[in-house]
Structure formats: structure tokens, C-alpha cells
T-cell receptor, first 112, second 113 residues
Framework: GENVEQHPSTLSVQEGDSAVIKCTYS??????FPWYKQELGKRPQLIID?????GEKKDQRIAVTLNKTAKHFSLHITETQPEDSAVYFC???????????FGKGTMLLVSP | ETGVTQSPTHLIKTRGQQVTLRCSSQ?????VSWYQQALGQGPQFIFQ???????GRGNFPPRFSGLQFPNYSSELNVNALELDDSALYLC????????????FGPGTRLLVL
């Protein structure tokens, strides 16, 4: 099955700085990579996703880049704000299924 | 917020008991996936239902079972509860099987004593 590694496990930045979270995956056939944000006590919410036919996708302050050769993808958040503080999860498709294997998460703390 | 709902929100059970958790998928979605999220971990795939049939299963024992109904709502049943079953149980619905965006419900927090 798919194996997803996510780094770092915690990330502290100052407001206004950029934050980068990286994930690697094992199945070269994987072709869909979502990122979810989970605030304390709440459900995971999709913030951005990318399919393998593109190398980068942006949505305002967030972007995702994909390197299929190296089998890694990254989440970039620019001009961070305190409300960006949350746990972020990357995911990749389970081999043979239509569902997802998640990374262990990155706790992002943005200090004012 | 998504249109996915789950009940109950919280549940306390004792070891050996059985529990049923419920999920209503977003309107128009025919696929439901269930995940277990232990504290400090990412969600782990339990199984998926597509048009009332199980469409894949993760590394969970048979005492975890499920159902999907004609209206695409779903149940997760766990028999012979163990302490390690304490977790947040999330369901996610998607428009169809395949690499479609999954929308999560708020979860049911289960505590096994």
C-alpha cells in the first residue's frame, strides 16, 4: 500500500513569514494529492489539492508543488497569519482503492 | 462547512461493548469512507462504501464492520470494544469512487473505558 511521510512534525513561524511542509509518497502510480487543515476539535478541511498532470497549483496565499520524479509534494503558505495555526495533513491515494493514506500531520504555530 | 453529518458527537463505552456510529453523506455523494483518527495522528482508512457495497478495506479487524443504505448514508459498527478503539471516527463522502475530493464530517469521539 501507499506510504506517506510528512515533515516537519511541528513548525513555528512568525506572522508574515512563509511556511513549507513536505511530504513524500511511495507509489509512483499515485496521481492525486490533497492537503487538509484541521483546527483543534474540528473536522479536516480540504484547503488545496493537485493532480499529477500539473506541477504547481496556487490559491491566494497557499500553493502546492509536485515532483513526480522524486515522489514528493509540498505545501507553501505565504504571509502567514495566526489563524493559519492548525494541524496540516497531506494525503495520497491508497493503492488499488479510491481512498487516502494520510501523513502524520504538521502542527503549524504562527506567532503574532 | 461540508454537508456531511455524523452522530453521535461523543460516546463513552466500556470494554467489550458494541457501538454504532452514523454518517449522512453530502447531497449527491454516493461514496462514503470511514477513518479512525487517534490522538496526535493522521486519519487511518477503515473502509469505503460505494453504492451499498464495500469498496476497499484498511488494516482493521473484522469486528469493524459497516453498512451503506440506499440513500447513501452509512453506519460503522465496532464489536468487542477495546481500549485502543478510543479515537475520533471520521466519515468522508465523495461524489463517486475514484480520485474525487473527500469531504469530512465533524466526527464522533469515542472513549472506551
Amino acid at each position: 500500500g501507499e506510504n506517506v511521510e510528512q515533515h516537519p512534525s511541528t513548525l513555528s513561524v512568525q506572522e508574515g513569514d512563509s511556511a513549507v511542509i513536505k511530504c513524500t509518497y511511495s507509489d509512483s502510480a499515485s496521481n492525486y494529492f490533497p492537503w487538509y487543515k484541521q483546527e483543534l476539535g474540528k473536522r479536516p478541511q480540504l484547503i488545496i489539492d493537485i493532480r499529477s498532470n500539473v506541477g504547481e497549483k496556487k490559491d491566494q496565499r497557499i500553493a502546492v508543488t509536485l515532483n513526480k520524479t522524486a515522489k514528493h509534494f509540498s505545501l507553501h503558505i505565504t504571509e502567514t497569519q495566526p489563524e493559519d495555526s492548525a494541524v496540516y495533513f497531506c494525503a495520497a491515494p491508497n493503492s488499488g482503492y479510491s481512498t487516502l493514506t494520510f501523513g502524520k500531520g504538521t502542527m503549524l504555530l504562527v506567532s503574532p | 462547512e461540508t454537508g456531511v453529518t455524523q452522530s453521535p458527537t461523543h460516546l463513552i463505552k466500556t470494554r467489550g461493548q458494541q457501538v454504532t456510529l452514523r454518517c449522512s453523506s453530502q447531497s449527491g455523494h454516493n461514496t462514503v469512507s470511514w477513518y479512525q483518527q487517534a490522538l496526535g495522528q493522521g486519519p487511518q482508512f477503515i473502509f469505503q462504501y460505494y453504492r451499498e457495497e464495500e469498496n476497499g478495506r484498511g488494516n482493521f479487524p473484522p469486528r469493524f464492520s459497516g453498512l451503506q443504505f440506499p440513500n447513501y448514508s452509512s453506519e460503522l459498527n465496532v464489536n468487542a470494544l477495546e481500549l485502543d478503539d478510543s479515537a475520533l471516527y471520521l466519515c468522508a463522502s465523495s461524489l463517486q469512487q475514484g480520485l474525487e475530493t473527500q469531504y469530512f464530517g465533524p466526527g464522533t469521539r469515542l472513549l472506551v473505558l
